[in-house]
Every structure is written in C-alpha cells, then in structure tokens.
C-alpha cells in the first residue's frame, strides 16, 4: 500500500509560532482537567471490574453473568427468528391445515420448492434428478420448464378422492376387495361372451403375438378384460396431476385419512407397529414411483412433442386398454406395423400386453411362471386369482366352438 508521505514528516517549529504555542498549552491544559474529572467519576461509580467491550470479546469467559440492562428507545429481543416463509405467505404452508383439510392441498410452485428454489423432499428431488439426466429415455427437461408446465391451466388440478384412496393405510384392503368383485363381475355371463367374442375378431393378431412371445393368448385377452375392460374404460384423469400429487401430498394425504378413521370411532390402523413399517415402506415405494413414472412421462413427451397435461389415464396414472404406467411405455410394441405404437388400438395393445408378460414377468411354460407373470403386471394375488378364472374360462367355452 502507498503511504502518503505528508503524515510521515516530524513537525517543525517555526520562529513565528510563539502565539500558537501559548494557545496549544492552554487547551492541553483544559482537556486535561477534563479527564482527571473524568477519571474521579468513574472510580466513584464502584465498577472498577467491569471489563471494556474489547477485553469481553476476547475473554469470553470472563463475561459476567448478570441480566443486561434494558436500553431505551430500542426493541426488544426477539425469542426466535423470524423464517422467511412467515415473512412471505408465497412459501408458507401450515401442515396442520394441510392433515385437517383437503382444501388446502396444491399442486404449485411453493408446494414444490422452497424459497431458495430447492426441492421441499427427497421424492421431488429424485424425480428432477431423473427429469434432468441426460441418460434414459426421452429428452431431457430443465428446472425451468417443469415449473412452466406448472402455470398451465389444469395442471394445479388434485383428484382428492383417488389421492386419499391411494394414501390411506387400508388401500390394500380396498383393492383387494376390488379384485374380488371384479371377478364376480368379469365372470358374468356377458363378460364371458365378449371376451370369446374378442377372441374370434381378433383371432389373426392374438395368433401372432402368441406365436412370437409364447404367451397364450386367452391370458392376453384376460388382462386388457381387467385392465380396461377390453378397451371399455381407461380413465379421463390427468397423468401429469395424479403423479405429481403422489409425490406431493401423498403424506399429508395419509395423515387425512388416518384422522378420517380415527374420527369415525375405529382403531388408527398405524397403532399396530407391523402395519405402520409396512406403510411407511409401501408409501416410499409409491412416492419414488410416481417420480420415476412422472420424469418418463414428461421425457417422453418432449420426444414426441406431445402435450403432457393432455395425457389421460387412470386414477394411478395408466395409459391406454394395457394400462401401462408411463414407466414402462418402453415396452410398447408396434404390433400392426404401421410404424406408430398407440395403446388405445388393440394389435398395439395385444403385443405390448405379450411383450411385457416376457420381458417383465419373464413367463414361461410352468403354472408358477405363468402366475408370476401375471402377478408382475399387478402386485395383488386376487388379481392373479381372477385373470386366470377368466382366461380359463373363456378359453374352455372358445375351444369348444363357441
């Protein structure tokens, strides 16, 4: 650093400055007697002790422990800080509210990401990691582009019934029960006719794809039977929204449900400690998948320059008479060869059926592989139990001549 040179040089007395020097003595004259007063009334005030703001900052320890001294005309302490989200309502979120009532559940920004722009759980996170990865199927999107889809019409929309449904800790008692019904259902006499029907229609293509994968074609007509109802019924809700509100709210959507049950009189099932491990486990599994299921859905939407809010499936998120999750669109196939994969066609959905039951379910020769094919294609026994019922009995009455 340059030192300037001019408060470096000692002072000289000139011949002139006589006066000066009689002015400079009286004022050191005065401000010395200011000090020795000064002094006095310092001594007197009995606080010898008392260490000065530098010896407190390095002597920490010998800070006294007494109460400080209220200041006048400065405000108090505060007994803690104040969080920004209570700053800005945009980031707050009152959990209370959230597990007492569904009105107050969103699918926005806030809800997403917190006031530094960082993903509010590990589930959000892992799915913008797998949005943004340069690896895997699809085209890539940014942060920014996920959060325009998000000013979008329609895409705050939240399907609160299929959401609890999902969430609550007696889900799979509720599908269960389902699948028992369906197959009273799916086994009337009218069920049993259209899919024999279906099979003699579709008897060339169900040929093929039994002849190319080794999967009997009476269990293909069987599943697109459960999924979709041989194409009767697939679903109008919103992929995008009913994965995204999975990765959400899922917890608080439990949380809803639990206090709905508890409310009603019954036994909070996650008393059981068995039970609760289990739903936490289940709940983990649910939440990475929608992410996974979201990224791909998006992914593949850009590919394809498709619009994603316009994606509809399910109320978990299926796509087309296979019910595929967007997931495992990957195995799709062309079955007609016209050089385009749509899963709401069924020499598409026939293949891709087949296609699946083999690379997924691995299905082979034997009635364990059979089932566990099956069972790979939803992870319910009773839905395994009731596809096999149909297929088999349409495939009785259809080999007879019907």
Do not use: C
């Not at 926005?108 to 895997?136: C, H, M, T, W």
């Amino acid at each position: 650093m340059k030192i300037d040179r001019k408060f470096n040089t000692k002072y000289k007395q000139s011949s002139d400055s006589k006066s000066s020097n009689k002015m400079i003595y009286i004022i050191a004259g005065g401000v010395a007697v200011i000090s020795i007063a000064a002094l006095l009334i310092y001594f007197s005030s009995g606080e010898k002790e008392k260490a000065s703001p530098e010896t407190v900052n390095q002597n920490p320890k010998e800070i006294p422990n007494e109460a400080p001294k209220e200041i006048p005309n400065e405000a108090p302490a505060m007994e803690k800080p104040v969080s920004y989200e209570e700053i800005n309502p945009k980031y707050a979120i009152n959990n209370e509210e959230m597990v007492t009532s569904s009105d107050k559940w969103e699918l926005s920004v806030k809800f997403i990401f917190d006031r530094n722009g960082e993903p509010r759980n590990i589930y959000i996170a892992n799915f913008l990691k797998q949005l943004e990865s340069f690896e895997g199927e699809g085209l890539p999107l940014t942060r920014e582009e996920f959060k325009e889809l998000l000013s979008k019409p329609g895409a705050n929309k939240i399907y609160v019934k299929q959401l609890i449904r999902y969430a609550t800790p007696l889900s799979k008692e509720i599908q269960t029960k389902e699948h028992e019904d369906y197959a009273k259902v799916f086994l009337q006499e009218k069920r049993i006719l259209k899919g024999i029907k279906f099979m003699h229609n579709y008897n060339a293509i169900l040929s093929q794809a039994e002849n190319q994968y080794n999967v009997p074609m009476q269990d293909i007509v069987s599943i697109l039977m459960w999924e979709s109802g041989l194409g009767e019924y697939t679903g109008n809700f919103k992929v995008f929204n009913v994965l995204l509100e999975q990765i959400v709210l899922m917890d608080y959507a439990q949380k809803y449900a639990i206090r709905k049950i508890v409310n009603s009189g019954k036994k909070n099932p996650l008393d059981d400690p068995a039970k609760k491990a289990k739903e936490k486990d289940r709940l983990d599994f649910r939440r990475k998948d929608a992410g996974k299921n979201l990224a791909a859905l998006l992914r593949e939407s850009k590919l394809k320059q498709l619009d994603p809010l316009k994606q509809t499936g399910s109320w978990g998120g299926a796509i087309g008479y296979v019910q595929f999750m967007p997931f495992n669109l990957k195995y799709a196939v062309d079955g007609d060869g016209d050089g385009t994969i749509d899963l709401f066609e069924f020499s598409d959905a026939i293949f891709s059926v087949a296609n699946y039951l083999v690379e997924v379910g691995n299905y082979g020769t034997s009635e364990k592989s059979r089932r566990d094919a099956i069972y790979s294609y939803n992870h319910n026994q009773a839905y395994v139990d009731g596809v096999i019922a149909y297929s088999d009995t349409i495939w009785a009455r259809y080999s007879a001549g019907e």
